[in-house]
């Protein structure tokens, strides 16, 4: 399994940014995908999350700013960040799993917010 994640950069307060995740190994739609964030001195943390029926759970910060969806004839995951704020500055990483009882991660993309 490799996920390997793009799309990301420095936006201004307010701008947004689509996190790409390109999957190989693994069907997305049949199994949930996600993506995660670690900021400099922090754990990290569940941003949003697409089971394998299509239902989401997102982090309570990015609730109403990000969405997460999949394209499943490309066999990719999306996060699409709207409304970015200087705290969403972190290292994203697209996450599969648990996938026969394995967690597979990307290799992280940098978002930075500032002005």
């Known amino acids: 399994v490799q996920l390997q994640a793009s799309g990301g950069g420095l936006v201004q307060p307010g701008g947004s940014l689509r996190l790409s995740c390109a999957a190989s190994?693994?069907?997305?739609?049949?199994?949930?995908m996600g993506w995660y964030r670690q900021a400099p001195g922090k754990q990290r943390e569940l941003v949003a999350r697409?089971?394998?029926?299509?239902?989401?759970n997102y982090a309570d910060s990015v609730k109403g700013r990000f969405t997460i969806s999949r394209d499943n004839t490309k066999n990719m995951v999306y996060l699409q960040m709207n409304r970015l704020k200087p705290e969403d500055t972190a290292v994203y990483y697209c996450?599969?799993?648990?996938?026969?009882?394995?967690?597979?991660w990307g290799q992280g993309t940098q978002v930075t917010v500032s002005s």
């Open positions: 697409i089971s394998s029926i299509g239902n989401t």
């Open positions: 190994g693994v069907i997305v739609r049949y199994n949930a």
């Open positions: 996450h599969c799993g648990p996938f026969y009882g394995t967690h597979y």
